[in-house]
């Protein structure tokens, strides 16, 4: 896999050099729709961040030529947006996503479990079970599941799409979103606590 | 995310906290054998374990978001562009 993957990359990026089209469209088309999501967690506007997503693919032409492969292909990409989408968010005047991150919201409601006066404190008072899988992978549940996403503040969903969508490691989220670890799992922990609480909701409801 | 102390046992409301940690592989040790105890006589944070694994398996059923065709139009147009 890792080894086909590099090997497709330097073909894309030979191509690219050469001013092969059918190249360039193969790069937006696996790549696009996420640059415009990683850039909202920066720009305040969905139109802002389509600018910085195209914007960055023009780099990305005047930059193939320098491009070295240190890294791969696909982390130089998001590298150079992250890049350009923090300036211009910056320049928007809104904060980093990340200083939000303090928050402790609990993954679970604190309902869920028994409080303080029980001799068990902090146990399942309401255990939750097992979701029915069959259900699991039905058309509705998967609306479910991508409605709960992309109800998200915009890091958490960048995180979880790339992580639990697009199959990213947790390496490569950390180098193109130039996050740490710790702050890649605490949005990944999150976004996933979020998506399960409405999959549970709404394998609930319909059983 | 905060650790429970060491003498005691993890209660469930801490449990659920470390879900991600586990799976990532982010548990120092002995955390990690704190979780795995509490798994193997708890029913209700099996589930929740259960639960958590089959929530990133949906997610990865999903289709990924697609390039929309004014998007792909702009983006060639402007690749021309470039070329010239």
């Given at each position: ?104 919201e609990p993954a679970v409601e604190p309902e869920r479990f028994t409080g303080g006066d029980h001799p068990w404190t902090g146990h399942w008072s309401a255990p939750p079970r097992e ?77 | ?84």
């Amino acid at each position: 896999m890792k080894v086909e993957e590099d090997r497709d990359e330097r073909q894309l990026v030979a191509a690219l050099r050469a001013g092969d089209e059918a190249a360039f469209r193969a790069l937006i088309d696996r790549y696009h729709a996420m640059l415009v999501r990683v850039a909202r967690m920066y720009v305040s506007t969905q139109a802002a961040a389509e600018e910085v997503a195209q914007e960055t693919w023009l780099a990305v032409l005047e930059g193939i030529d320098r491009f070295e492969g240190r890294s791969s292909l696909k982390t130089w990409i998001f590298r150079i947006l992250t890049n350009r989408a923090k300036t211009r968010g910056i320049r928007e005047g809104r904060s980093l996503p990340f200083s939000s991150l303090e928050r402790n919201e609990p993954a679970v409601e604190p309902e869920r479990f028994t409080g303080g006066d029980h001799p068990w404190t902090g146990h399942w008072s309401a255990p939750p079970r097992e979701f029915p899988e069959e259900q699991l992978l039905a058309g509705e549940t998967r609306q479910v599941i991508a409605a709960a996403i992309a109800a998200l503040p915009a890091t958490q969903r960048a995180v979880i799409s790339l992580r639990d969508v697009e199959g990213w490691s947790a390496e490569e989220v950390c180098n193109a979103l130039t996050l740490s670890e710790t702050n890649q799992r605490v949005l990944l922990h999150r976004a996933r606590a979020a998506v399960r609480a409405a999959l549970e909701k709404y394998l609930k409801e319909s059983t | 995310m905060q650790a429970a102390n060491t003498y005691e046992e993890l209660s469930c409301q801490e449990l659920v906290e470390l879900v991600t940690d586990y799976l990532e592989d982010g548990l120092p040790d002995e955390l990690r054998e704190r979780f795995e105890r509490h798994i193997a006589h708890c029913s209700g944070c099996t589930a929740y374990l259960e639960q958590m694994r089959a929530t990133i398996r949906a997610s990865g059923t999903l289709t990924p978001e697609s390039l929309s065709p004014e998007a792909e139009r702009a983006l060639l147009d402007a690749f021309r562009g470039w070329k010239r």
